[in-house]
């Protein structure tokens, strides 16, 4: 009796081995065939986006206005980044100067990013009512969004009281947006 449950027991056992073996074989299947699919797709990509990169050995193109309009951009892309510090930076080294008007847009805008980060939105809803005028005419509700999210985290956190003066809020940027209409 001890021996044939001792054989019951190893068939269980080449049972459970041979549906593993079956599971691993098929999993290895699917991944030859995904592995080979995207290597073919990397290849497609590849064939697509060749670039001509002679224009950059270009030595013209880093010299005089091209210079300038090579570090200029240079300089908004890292703005729009928020690299601050890498703009100053690269103004030192390269000798370039960057108009304030350029950069103090971009300085506001990474001020209002990062206090929109902490759940601020009091200088976001700041610079909407003082650029009203220019949202109204480009139809858009972002001041409305704002005061609509500042009421909805106030009700949620149960801050009712400070809630309700909001309320009015959306009553005035509502009548503006008819007013425009």
């Known amino acids: 009796d001890l021996i044939a449950v001792e054989n019951n027991q190893e068939m269980d056992v080449c049972w459970y081995l041979n549906q593993v073996k079956m599971e691993l074989q098929g999993a290895s299947s699917s991944h030859k065939d995904w592995h080979s699919a995207i290597s073919r797709f990397g290849k497609v990509i590849d064939k697509q986006l060749t670039e001509n990169v002679s224009f950059f050995t270009n030595k013209n193109l880093f010299t005089g206005q091209n210079k300038q309009l090579v570090q200029q951009l240079i300089c908004e892309h890292f703005l729009r980044q928020g690299n601050i510090e890498l703009v100053d930076r690269f103004l030192v080294e390269s000798g370039y100067e960057l108009d304030i008007k350029k950069r103090q847009p971009f300085v506001e805008l990474n001020q209002i990013v990062s206090c929109l980060r902490n759940q601020d939105l009091e200088p976001a809803l700041a610079w909407c009512q003082n650029n009203r005028v ?48």
């Open 134 to 181: 220019a949202l109204t005419k480009r139809n858009s509700s972002l001041e409305f969004l704002l005061h609509r999210l500042k009421f909805i985290a106030l009700v949620k956190n149960r801050r009712t009281v400070e809630a309700s003066p909001v309320c009015p809020c959306f009553r005035s940027v509502c009548r503006d947006s008819q007013a425009a209409s």
